[in-house]
T-cell receptor, first 113, second 113 residues
Framework: GAGVSQSPRYKVAKRGQDVALRCDPI?????LFWYQQALGQGPEFLTYFQNEAQLDKSGLPSDRFFAERPEGSVSTLKIQRTQQEDSAVYLC???????????FGDGTRLSIL | GENVEQHPSTLSVQEGDSAVIKCTYS??????FPWYKQELGKGPQLIIDIRSNVGEKKDQRIAVTLNKTAKHFSLHITETQPEDSAVYFCAASYMNRDDKIIFGKGTRLHILP
């Protein structure tokens, strides 16, 4: 079936604006992960959902970052009052519960001017 | 927490030759080691994975080895082709449970004509 879908693919925002990034996981995958990938680096974990429950948000860098998955399917990562250091690729991954591997989307490239 | 070190950061090999990428991990409880390939503008794509109850796994031109005692694992690509040019990430996580993947910093592989 279809893979993990993320939108938008590119987002440019001015410093201080709020942004919202969307992730559509693979159908039937109840586990959903968000990662942040800085230029030239490996992805770093942000947060994890099982269905609608956010079970781990230890990787969120500040309280400006907020994620939700209200119906246990689509997830949104929101960043408030964006700063230049938020510029990165934001990746979403999904998997069946307790089963590896995680399958990644192509990410949203966020640029903060 | 887990830390994954990867080297080299850049690797250039002649087309047809072999490429080897090496990684170490710190958490002896990690028992799942995926390798991801990332092309420009795309998300990480799983190319092979190995679980800690196995020392070696091969899939066509790609092989991975794992030394649990030394906490080392390696990716071997034989008969390299131009389409192998990409960034490769090693990673560590856990089987049979939802958990974050800890990535290395990546190896940029160039296949020279």
């Amino acid at each position: 079936g279809a893979g993990v879908s993320q939108s938008p693919r590119y987002k440019v925002a001015k410093r201080g604006q709020d942004v919202a990034l969307r992730c559509d996981p693979i159908s039937g995958h109840v586990s959903l992960f968000w990662y942040q990938q800085a230029l030239g680096q490996g992805p770093e974990f942000l947060t994890y959902f099982q269905n609608e429950a956010q079970l781990d948000k230890s990787g969120l860098p500040s309280d400006r970052f907020f994620a939700e998955r209200p119906e246990g399917s689509v997830s949104t990562l929101k960043i408030q009052r964006t700063q230049q250091e938020d510029s990165a690729v934001y990746l979403c991954a999904s998997s069946r519960p307790g089963v590896q591997p995680q399958h990644f989307g192509d990410g949203t490239r966020l640029s903060i001017l | 927490g887990e830390n994954v070190e990867q080297h080299p950061s850049t690797l250039s090999v002649q087309e047809g030759d072999s490429a080897v990428i090496k990684c170490t991990y710190s958490d002896s409880a990690s028992n799942y080691f995926p390798w991801y390939k990332q092309e420009l503008g795309k998300g990480p794509q799983l190319i092979i994975d190995i679980r800690s109850n196995v020392g070696e796994k091969k899939d066509q031109r790609i092989a991975v080895t794992l030394n649990k005692t030394a906490k080392h694992f390696s990716l071997h690509i034989t008969e390299t082709q131009p389409e192998d040019s990409a960034v490769y990430f090693c990673a560590a996580s856990y089987m049979n449970r939802d958990d974050k993947i800890i990535f290395g910093k990546g190896t940029r592989l160039h296949i020279l004509p």
